[in-house]
Structure formats: C-alpha cells, structure tokens
Nanobody, 127 residues
Framework: EIQLAESGGGSVQAGGSLRLSCAVT????????FGWFRQVSGNEREGIAA???????????SVEGRFTISRSENNAKKILFIDLQMNSLGPEDTAMYYC?????????????????WGQGTQVTVSS
C-alpha cells in the first residue's frame, strides 16, 4: 500500500523559501494523484497543490504563483518524490503541511478527500 513521508518543514522569515518533499513508497504510482494540503489548528484542511499521473497540476488561489509542485522518481529505489517549492512565504503560510495520495481520477483534487495521508511537517513563517 502507498506510504507517504513528508520532510523539509521548518522555520523561515517572511519573504523566504522552503522546499517540502514527500517520499512515496508502494505500488503502483502511475495510477495515483498526489496533493499537498495544509492545516492550522482549529481550521479546515486547505488544498494548496495537486498533481496527477499525467502531470496536470492544480493550485489553490492562496498559493498560485508562489508555490510549485513537482514529481520525480528514483527508479532504482522505487521511490516517488512529490516536492513543493514554496517562495515568498508569509506568516499566513504557517501551518502543518500534509502530503496525500489517492487513486485516479479525482473530481476535485484540492478537496481533502484523499485516502492516504502522511504525518505532516510543520512550516512556521515569522514576520
């Protein structure tokens, strides 16, 4: 079964950048879509970026133009990486960030209805 492990979170000052990575193991990657979500305690989980097996991408309005999602494979180790490059970060981007996966097709790839979830990685942006 699919397993997801996020990394790359941390603390950064406003205007800075971070790159999150989601290491995906399990089979088969080719029929799955992947998404990045974030959540502030007490709020609903927000979909910020999603990518499917054809490379089609969706971004949430709050991050479009600042965040970039990408996927790459380490075929030798059979690991898929779903990365999220985050630029021009602001305090409003402070949240726990989660990677998610589900079998295609997804009607609403930015809705938090995915089946598989990682444990999350914290991003804190100070002003």
């Amino acid at each position: 079964e699919i397993q997801l492990a996020e990394s790359g979170g941390g603390s950064v000052q406003a205007g800075g950048s971070l790159r999150l990575s989601c290491a995906v193991t399990g089979y088969p990657y080719s029929t799955y879509s992947f998404g990045w979500f974030r959540q502030v305690s007490g709020n609903e989980r927000e979909g910020i970026a999603a990518i499917d097996s054809d490379g089609d991408i969706n971004y949430g309005d709050s991050v479009e133009g600042r965040f970039t999602i990408s996927r790459s494979e380490n075929n030798a180790k059979k690991i898929l990486f779903i990365d999220l490059q985050m630029n021009s970060l602001g305090p409003e981007d402070t949240a726990m960030y989660y990677c998610a996966a589900d079998v295609e097709p997804l009607r609403r790839p930015l809705e938090p209805t995915y089946y598989y979830w990682g444990q999350g990685t914290q991003v804190t942006v100070s002003s």
